[in-house]
């Protein structure tokens, strides 16, 4: 798993997530020509300007690939661990 980190004073949530969205869109892109990358989720900290970003690849290329293709800027990429399992999508016996 990847963490990217980006850090854009100035630019509002919008703005944020319209950045999130190509990013996703060129990560997706790029998993169906081959590569082993999956966009897993974002999370926007307005008061800081920012946004975090966590992907599943087999490395840090293939992460800043999707940031090419998407013509996205980042501050850095990391290599992070999950501190627990991924949840799994179960079933509803009935709507709640």
Do not use: N, T, W
Not at 12 to 32: C, H
Not at 68 to 76: E, H, I, K, P, T
Request: charged content about 30%; proline content about 7%.
């Amino acid at each position: 798993m990847f963490l990217v980190e980006h850090y854009r004073p100035g630019l509002s949530s919008d703005v944020l997530a319209a950045a999130v969205s190509d990013v996703r869109a060129a990560a997706a892109a790029l998993a169906a020509e081959g590569r082993p990358l999956a966009y897993l989720r974002s999370a926007i900290v307005p008061d800081d300007e920012a946004y975090l970003s966590f992907f599943r690849a087999a490395s840090k290329a293939d992460v800043r690939a999707a940031y090419d293709r998407a013509c996205v800027g980042f501050d850095r990429i990391s290599e992070a661990v999950p501190a627990e399992p991924e949840p799994k999508e179960e079933a509803c016996a009935e709507p709640r």
